[in-house]
C-alpha cells in the first residue's frame, strides 16, 4: 500500500492554532483537516508569523532575517530524515504584502518539491509602499509556485498581474456543512433555553452578526449595521451581535440607542451553531470581506443571510439561493432589505431551508476534499512516492 504523501503546511498570517478566533484560523484549520481527508499526512510546518500590522521597515526585515533562519533550520531537519518522512508538498495558506512567506519557497526549494499557495493577494499599488519588502516576497512566491488556489475570486485579476500565465484553479470557500447543517431535534425547545440564557424575547424574529470587534473594516460594519437597524421601520425583533475585541467599546456604544439588542461576547463553537440554528436572519454589511466564513456557517446552520456585496461575499452568498445581496456601505438598502424580509416573518424558515440546501451543495467539505485530491496528488513526484 503506498504510503499518504506528506504536506507540509503553513500559514504566516495566523497560524491554525492560534489563540484568537477568526475567519482565518478557521479556513487554515479547515484546510488541514481537509487534505488530511483528501490523503495527505498533514504536518504543520511552521508557527511562525510573518505579519506587520503598521508597515515598520525595520521590523520587516527583522521577520524576513527570521523567517529566512527558520527556513534553513527546517531544512537542516528534513534533510536528517530518510526520503520517505520528507515532505513531498509545501502547502501555504494566505499570503499577501502585509504577511508574506519567508519560508516555504526557500524549504521547497531545498527539497525539490512542489510549492502550493491557497488564498495569494496581490495588489500592484503596493509596490514601493510601507510593505514594499512583503509585497516583493508575495510576487516572487506567486512566481515560484507550482499551483495556486484561489478562494476568492476577487484575488484572481492580481494574481495574473504578478504571473501572467499563472498556475491557478478555483476551490469555493467551504465547511463541515455536516456540523452546522445537522437540524436541531426540537428547535423551539432549544431557542426558548437561548432566549432565557442570554435575555431574548424567542417569540421576536432574531437578526444575528458574528464577527471579531477590532478596529478598521470589522468595526466600520458593525457601524454600518447600526445605522442600518436605525433606519429599518420594523424595529419588533432582536438583534444578536456575537464577537468581543478592542473596539467593542466603540460599537456597544453605537448601538446603545437600538432596541432589542443582546451582545454575547465571543462564543465557542458549541453554543455559537444552535444559536445560528435558532435565529431568523444574518445580517452584516461585510465591509471589504474577502468572503465571510460567518456568511457561510449560517447558510449552513439554516438561516438566510442579507449581506452588503462587497468583495468576495457573492462568492459564498447566492443571490436569490442563499442570501440577499445589497449595494456596498449602504445602510438604507440594507434596511429596506431587512424590512422586506420581516414583513413576512412566516417565509423565513423556508428562505433558510432555501440557503441550508445551497450550502450543502456548494460549499461542502465533501466537494473540497475532492478537488484538493484531484489538485494535489498529480504533483506528487513518484520518485518520493516510497522510499
Known sequence: MT?????????????????NPSGDRLIAQRLMHTLGLAGFEVILASQFRSYDRTGDARRQARIRQLGE?????????YLQLPASQRPQIWFTYHLYHKAPDWIGPIVADALSIPYIIAEASYAGKQAGGR??????????AIQRADLIVSLNPCDEGGIHDAREEAPLAYLPPYLDTSLESAPLAEREPTRLQLSQQFNL??????????GMMRPGDKETSYKLLAQSLQLCQQQNRQVILVGDGRAEAAIRQAFAEIPGVCMTGRLASDTLIPLLQASDLMVWPAVNEAFGMALLEAQAAGIWVVAGNEGGVSSVVSESNSGTLVPPRDPGALAR????????PEQLA?????????????????QAEANLRDLLLPLVKPSLQTD
Open 201 to 210: 424575547d424567542p417569540d421576536l424574529p432574531w437578526l444575528i452578526a458574528v
Open 337 to 344: 432589505a431587512i424590512d422586506q424580509l420581516l414583513e413576512r
Open 3 to 19: 504510503p499518504a504523501p506528506r504536506l507540509a503546511f503553513y500559514a504566516p498570517l495566523k497560524p491554525p492554532n492560534h489563540g
Open 131 to 140: 510593505w514594499d519588502l512583503g509585497f516583493n516576497a508575495s510576487r516572487e
Open 69 to 77: 533562519q527558520l527556513a534553513q533550520r527546517l531544512i537542516r531537519r
Open 350 to 366: 423556508i428562505l433558510g431551508e432555501k440557503a441550508r440546501n445551497w450550502c450543502q451543495a456548494h460549499h461542502s467539505e465533501n
